[in-house]
């Protein structure tokens, strides 16, 4: 009995020092682990940003030296979406930067900078899932006008001796297509975890021990 009324005794103890503790001390303790998931968010975007520029760069190089017209209208169109996407980054990037050093309250601002990546990620998913339909039909739009205007691509020919008739070809890309739209569904929600999802959770977590 008596092991118990230490425990009892000494829980109080804690609880009472717990709560003699302000919101201020709180926050002082809580600002090393949110810089920490802050720069986490920056080195993800970084990332992204070296990946985005490193695509522009590669998908302008094809755009140029293709002999193919589908080609190069192909990875001009991406090119410019890459650099769309780049400028989303970095603005990204330097809203965090603005936040994270903001003089507003700590929570205030791991508010602001969740629900900014939280937007960024959810679009992110759409606009990713949108472009696998968008990609093949016009990808193969190109492709029946590089045919139609005598432009035929080697590779696709070879592709399509293949298969002995129109019906089989059909079956082929609609089966490629689901299995392609099920690959990159799941990549992208492993990606996308990976690079901010389990930060957005950390976040989450500092923003809720605030609110305690």
Known sequence: MELDAFKTHLKLKIDEARGQKSASDIA???????????HKLK????????????????????AIV???????????????FSVFFLLVLTYLLKRIHQLGNASMPI??????????????????????????PICFIFSG????????NGNDIEELDKFNSLFKNNTRVIIF??????????????????????????????LQTCIDELEQ
Not at 28 to 38: A, E, F, N, R
Not at 43 to 61: P, R
Not at 66 to 80: G, M, Q, T, W
Not at 141 to 148: H, I, R
């Open 173 to 202: 890309l609609s089966v490629y297509m689901v299995l392609l739209t099920v690959g990159i569904y799941y990549f992208t929600k492993w990606y996308i975890k990976k690079l901010y999802g389990k930060y957005l959770e950390q």
């Open 66 to 80: 293709s002999k193919y017209p589908s080609l190069r209208i192909y990875f001009s169109i991406f090119a410019v």
């Open 141 to 148: 739009y190109l492709g029946y006008q590089d045919a139609t």
């Open 107 to 132: 929570k205030q601002n791991l508010i602001a900078i969740h629900t900014i990546i939280k937007d960024f990620v959810k679009r992110y998913f759409q606009f990713t899932m949108s472009l696998i």
């Open 43 to 62: 080195k993800s975007l970084w990332l992204e940003i070296i990946c985005c520029i490193v695509f522009i760069l590669l998908f302008s190089y094809v």
């Open 28 to 38: 002082t303790l809580l600002t090393k682990k949110t810089q920490s998931v802050i």
